[in-house]
């Protein structure tokens, strides 16, 4: 039923800057919380950060202080701003929702994560 769409994403040096967008629609519900996930190649799909209700963010220790996540007031748009980024940030990111306590695509019977948006850093 909800639709996330990621955009952003891009080949960067590193050290460069970039600023990934996610828009989620197709539901009549408020969602409680928003967050960007990413996935390595070989590795598992992590948590990079989140944003709940009162604006409240969470990071992964290996981006604070370099990526910020915001949501725009209102809606349904979520984004993340990488800055100084690095090699080891090259994934595929993803968007989720977070309804209550729960995530609309990371729990074991979620929706599917989609093609996200590729983020390469490499000089």
């Known amino acids: 039923q909800v639709r996330l769409m990621e955009s952003g994403g891009g080949l960067v040096q590193p050290g460069g800057s970039l600023r990934l967008s996610c828009v989620a629609s197709?539901?009549?519900?408020?969602?409680?919380?928003m967050g960007w996930f990413r996935q390595a190649p070989g590795k598992q799909r992590g948590l990079v950060a989140t944003?709940?209700?009162?604006?409240?963010?969470n990071y992964a220790d290996s981006v604070k202080g370099r990526f910020t996540i915001s949501r725009l007031d209102f809606q349904n748009t979520v984004y993340l701003q990488m800055n100084s980024l690095k090699p080891e940030d090259t994934a595929v990111y993803y968007c989720?929702?977070?309804?209550?306590?729960?995530?609309?695509?990371?729990?074991?019977?979620?929706?599917?994560w989609g093609q996200g948006t590729q983020v390469t850093v490499s000089s």
């Open positions: 197709g539901s009549p519900h408020s969602f409680t919380g």
């Open positions: 989720d929702v977070k309804y209550g306590s729960a995530w609309y695509r990371n729990r074991p019977d979620g929706a599917s």
């Open positions: 944003i709940i209700t009162g604006s409240r963010t």
